[in-house]
Structures are given as structure tokens and as C-alpha cells.
């Protein structure tokens, strides 16, 4: 997901989709490129996919943290990215890759549930709106992309069961948007705000042990009903997350938690 800052789509990069337009794609086994795109690749996880990998893995999110990504701060960042390790072969695969295609299949990530395409946010100024837009964009030695079978940005993301991930990639997108600046008032990258920040959106196990064990809720006021949700549901939980980094480094008001 990429986050783009420019006057008018007309500037956009090359392989912009728009609403109606058509791209053909088909990726099959019996395709020479059949995989070749699980390896040695910077495949980047957003928060939702790391929940949903670590629960299809029967692990927590410490333990899928520890064993399968790799975190890196870039020079000019102020929030860590965060990789999945790929496999220490000469191939450098996708620690998910078998013989037979991908083991996680049902719950990949969004970057492989969206390939060949992908998505960016596209910040509207005149009307003050991000708008999700999408980009055709296959490697080169990718075969699939001169199969006949057509296919809109929206049609794509309806058969790859890909609706739910890139909403919550959005909303990912869109709070990382705000770290362009630096919120940590001379804490640094490793101070206890990082941290929570860190926590409460990649780290949903111990998220949620620090709302219920510690003293939080003796400090800000949550409605029962969203209690329910955040204590039962990882996907409530993890949008809990963003909004409570927003109220946590920013000070934006949301209806949903109160200082006591």
C-alpha cells in the first residue's frame, strides 16, 4: 500500500486502473513463472496480515514476530516496517512456499492476495478525502499477465477474497500517513511511545493484555459493548488499535475512549 501525494491523477505512475478498466491475468500451475514470485522478494506485512498468520499458525503474535519477520527502521522513517523473513536457502523462498503452492493460502498476505495488483492511497485536497486507487503492475517474467482472462480492480479483489484486507490495509495506510512527522518529542524510535505504538498494532496478544491486566481501564473509559468486541474479536481489536494510536501520539478525539 502506498500513500501518494501528488496534485491530480493525471500524474499518477504508470499502470493506474480506473473504475472500469480491464487487465488480464491468470495465474496457474502450468505456467513456466508458477511461483517464481515467492522468492527473494521484500514482501512488506501490514498489521492485519500479521494477525491472521500467526492465528492460522496457532501462534502468538511474540512468537510470529520472533520467528518469521524481520523490522526495519529506515533513516528518514519514524515507524518501523516490518518484512517476512524469507527462508535461508539459496533461493531465498517464502518460508510459506511448498512443493505444491502456498501453505497459507486462505490467509496470505494482501500483498500477495492483491498481485498482480496493487493498491495506494491517493489524498484528494480539494474535497479533503483519501481515495483508494489501484495500479496494474506484474514483473516482467510474469506469464500470468498474457492469459485471456479479464478482470477490473474490483472484480480481481472479489474473487481473491481480497475485500476485507484491503479495507484494513486502508485504514493501516491512513494512519501511517501521520508518521511523516515525528511524534516522539525526543523519545526516539525506541522509547516507551514507540513501543505502544509498535504494541497496540502489530503486537494484538500483548495489545490486548495491557488493556485488560494492567491499569488502563482504570484510566480511560471504553463502552461495554466495544469491550465485548475488543476482548473476543483480534479484528475489532486491531482497529481499536489504530484509533487508540491516534487519541495515544496525536490527541485525536474518538467517541469510542474517554480519560477518566
Known amino acids: 500500500m502506498k500513500y501518494i501525494e501528488i496534485e491530480n491523477t493525471d500524474n499518477l505512475p504508470s499502470g493506474y486502473l480506473k473504475e472500469n478498466d480491464l487487465f488480464s491475468f491468470e495465474c496457474h500451475s502450468g505456467l513456466a513463472c508458477f511461483n517464481r514470485c515467492c522468492r527473494n522478494i521484500n514482501l512488506f506485512l501490514y498489521p492485519y496480515d500479521v494477525l491472521r498468520l500467526r492465528k492460522r499458525l496457532g501462534i502468538s503474535s511474540d512468537e510470529f514476530i520472533d520467528d518469521y519477520v524481520d523490522i526495519v527502521l529506515r533513516p528518514s522513517g519514524f515507524f518501523p516496517e516490518v518484512l517476512l523473513r ?69 472484480s480481481w479483489a472479489k474473487d481473491q477474497d481480497a475485500s476485507a484486507h484491503n479495507k484494513m490495509t486502508a485504514m493501516w495506510a491512513d494512519l501511517v500517513s501521520l508518521f511523516q512527522n515525528n511524534p516522539w518529542e525526543g523519545e526516539g524510535t525506541n522509547g516507551p511511545k514507540a513501543k505502544m505504538a509498535f504494541m497496540a498494532t502489530y503486537n494484538i496478544d500483548r495489545f490486548r493484555d495491557f488493556i485488560f491486566t494492567s491499569s488502563f481501564l482504570k484510566r480511560y473509559l471504553i463502552k461495554y459493548d466495544l469491550l465485548t468486541k475488543i476482548k473476543n474479536n483480534d479484528t475489532e481489536l486491531l482497529k481499536f488499535g489504530f484509533v487508540w494510536v491516534k487519541y495515544f501520539l496525536w490527541g485525536i478525539n474518538t467517541k469510542n475512549i474517554r480519560q477518566r
Open 86 to 154: 524469507m527462508s535461508d536457502n539459496p533461493e531465498k523462498t517464502c518460508p510459506f512456499l511448498t512443493e505444491t503452492g502456498c501453505s497459507v493460502y486462505s490467509d496470505r498476505p494482501d500483498t500477495c492476495r492483491t498481485f498482480p495488483v496493487e493498491q495506494g492511497i491517493y489524498h484528494d485536497a480539494k474535497n479533503n478525502k483519501n481515495i483508494v486507487i489501484h495500479f496494474f503492475r506484474p514483473p516482467g517474467f510474469c506469464l500470468g499477465q498474457h492469459e485471456n482472462k479479464n478482470w477490473t480492480a474490483e
